[in-house]
């Protein structure tokens, strides 16, 4: 059963900085690209960040381009997002996701709250 794991997220002053991490497993996870997702209530579902299997291509959204950056770690199977100059509008819940077996898989999320 693949599974998902998000942490790393919290209340941070406008400005600054967040890692999220995302725990993956029951999957070959270096094989599939892995994507950061973050919504608010309300709001639609946003892709933020993308990143190939092997780490050698990434994407992002307009949003998060220039600020934020897409890892990961194929020896723990770990996907990770560095938010760097958070502004107030990051705030949102931010979810893991892969496409495997022709499912697109969820983490739970975690929480980013950017406020002074």
């Known amino acids: 059963q693949i599974r998902l794991v998000e942490s790393g997220g919290g209340l941070v002053q406008p400005g600054g900085s967040l890692r999220l991490s995302c725990a993956a497993s029951?999957?070959?996870?270096?094989?599939?690209?892995m994507n950061w997702y973050r919504q608010a209530p309300g709001k639609e579902r946003e892709l933020v960040a993308s990143i190939s299997g092997a780490g050698e291509i990434t994407n992002f959204s307009d949003s998060a381009k220039d600020r934020f950056t897409i890892s990961r770690d194929n020896v723990r199977n770990m996907l990770y997002l560095q938010m760097n100059n958070l502004k107030p509008e990051d705030t949102d819940i931010y979810s893991c996701?892969?496409?495997?077996?022709?499912?697109?898989?969820w983490g739970r999320g975690t929480q980013v709250t950017v406020s002074a």
């Open positions: 996701n892969v496409k495997a077996r022709g499912l697109m898989f």
């Open positions: 029951g999957l070959n996870f270096r094989l599939y690209e």
